[in-house]
T-cell receptor
Framework: DAKTTQPPSMDCAEGRAANLPCNHS???????VYWYRQIHSQGPQYIIH???NNETNEMASLIITEDRKSSTLILPHATLRDTAVYYC??????????????FGQGTELSVKP | DTEVTQTPKHLVMGMTNKKSLKCEQH?????MYWYKQKAKKPPELMFV???????INESVPSRFSPECPNSSLLNLHLHALQPEDSALYLC?????????????FGDGTRLSIL
């Protein structure tokens, strides 16, 4: 069963920041939060991940609340090419195998001119 | 460009056919995965291989038969599939034993069962 809940869809104006929320209230202490996006007809593309601290890379920022029950993915200057389905995922340990990705239903982000 | 290569990109087959999907990666990853994705749904894990051994089978029907012949290759053999098996089949790879390293996905094989 998915461990995350996301709004099914969001709109964002081109050039503005896109803030995508995710709830993961049942996350365990050693489970990471991962974000992927999927553009139509392509495989999921890795964006960013984190455990406790906020993270930033060249694509996005990830803000994780102190209690780790929710997080927000921030695309600082959205472009039309950022239109995609965004998945917030909890990576669940499985023995020492590197863990399982449990996908939620995702948020369909539409960036509009 | 994806570092995980899947072939073919599209496959149409009848219910009595036997076919195989192929996946290749050269990132030195020793964990490889098969996912199934139906239209407008998230990917669902099917199989996990770790050091070329099957470590997770998510109760997948036996008409799907995975194989990992070496550390770079992953196959999915298909036989006697049903129309409901039409989907996008995704392969992924990652390092073993680390939750702190991402899985890398290919662009998938879109399978249609007639």
């Amino acid at each position: 069963d998915a461990k995350t809940t996301q709004p099914p869809s969001m709109d964002c104006a081109e050039g503005r920041a896109a803030n995508l929320p995710c709830n993961h209230s049942t996350i365990s202490g050693n489970e990471y939060v991962y974000w992927y996006r999927q553009i139509h007809s392509q495989g999921p593309q890795y964006i960013i991940h984190g455990l406790k601290n906020n993270e930033t890379n060249e694509m996005a920022s990830l803000i994780i609340t102190e209690d780790r029950k929710s997080s927000t993915l921030i695309l600082p200057h959205a472009t039309l090419r950022d239109t995609a389905v965004y998945y917030c995922i909890v990576r669940v340990p499985f023995y020492n195998q590197g863990g399982k990705l449990i996908f939620g239903q995702g948020t369909e982000l539409s960036v509009k001119p | 460009d994806t570092e995980v290569t899947q072939t073919p990109k599209h496959l149409v087959m009848g219910m009595t056919n036997k076919k195989s999907l192929k996946c290749e990666q050269h990132m030195g990853h020793r964990a490889m995965y098969w996912y199934k994705q139906k239209a407008k749904k998230p990917p669902e894990l099917m199989f996990v291989y770790s050091y070329e051994k099957l470590s997770i089978n998510e109760s997948v029907p036996s008409r799907f038969s995975p194989e990992c012949p070496n550390s770079s290759l992953l196959n999915l053999h298909l036989h006697a599939l049903q129309p409901e098996d039409s989907a996008l089949y995704l392969c992924a790879s990652s390092q073993v034993g680390s939750l702190n390293q991402p899985q890398h996905f290919g662009d998938g094989t879109r399978l249609s069962i007639l």
